[in-house]
């Protein structure tokens, strides 16, 4: 489900269901920020990164869990934990993930009314015959709601908004590498493309975007790559050459500098719904 706010920003609910975690998995990394509650059982939640750690979400407790970030759940005083799981992004300028740019905590403030709307995401996502404009409607304003809800847990950077009308500048740059992030892309026809000269456009991006153009590259090359091993049966070596890395070697190597996983060790961890 997409949801446009206007031109550049996208609310993109990818999932809502329950997930049965039955035992201790291994490390695990996705593309989009997870939204879940644990409706039964204990379970800890180990994260890496600068803001890495242990959290411990109470029954009934809302835990965000970033994209993009590795963490491994962990069984606490039970067999199994039941857990409801709603995955999103908020994308803007092509695609970048505004949720990757907001210090969310993991564990917002205790909020009964985000868990009764995630409840209600996963009544409005099964399948049903009802496809009325005001199911869609309703579906649509939850989404939205849960949503803002989170992010008045937190108070954005405050350099965030003065960046966004500018980073109207690099806009065509970020579309240009969207749409053929599997080709050859040179710091030229960039900078041209934003009409800059190369130096400006480089530190204008970096500062905008967080992270230099090429590297944005090889972060949408991965986050295709995972779409592929995810929802297609393309061999390693089809979908490395699909992204822009036809070195199958070179492809492996790359997947698991930014996910810390081998590729066919992600698609094994997909298949058994190691989400949360």
């Known amino acids: 489900m997409d949801t446009t706010a206007d031109a550049e920003l996208r609310l993109r609910i990818h999932f809502c269901r329950r997930f049965l975690v039955d035992r201790t998995h291994s490390w695990v990394c996705q593309p989009f920020s997870v939204l879940a509650v644990v409706m039964s059982g204990g379970l800890e939640v180990e994260i890496t990164g600068p803001r890495g750690g242990r959290i411990k979400p109470v029954l009934g407790q809302v835990f965000f869990l970033p994209a993009s970030v590795r963490r491994r759940p962990y069984l606490v005083g039970c067999d199994a934990v039941d857990a409801l799981a709603l995955a999103v992004t908020l994308e803007y300028l092509g695609g970048l993930d505004l949720l990757r740019r907001i210090d969310i905590p993991f564990l917002p403030e205790p909020s009964e009314r985000m868990r009764a709307q995630l409840l209600a995401m996963e009544e409005l996502e099964t399948p049903s015959d009802d496809r009325s404009l005001q199911r869609l409607m309703t579906r649509q304003a939850v989404a939205h709601s849960l949503l803002s809800g989170l992010l008045a847990c937190v108070s954005p950077s405050p350099a965030l908004p003065a960046l966004l009308p500018e980073e109207q ?99 094994s961890n997909w298949r058994k719904q190691r989400l949360v």
């Open 169 to 267: 500048r690099c806009a065509p740059a970020l579309r240009f590498m969207d749409e053929h992030s599997s080709g050859s892309v040179s710091m030229a026809e960039l900078s041209e493309l934003c009409h800059l000269s190369r130096t400006h456009f480089f530190r204008l991006f970096r500062l905008q975007v967080g992270c230099t153009p090429f590297e944005y590259l090889r972060q949408r090359r991965v986050q295709q790559a995972r779409r592929l091993l995810a929802e297609t049966g393309m061999t390693v070596a089809e979908i490395g050459g699909k992204v822009g890395w036809p070195d199958p070697y070179h492809f492996s190597r790359m997947f698991k500098a930014a996910t810390g996983m081998a590729p066919t060790h992600y698609r």
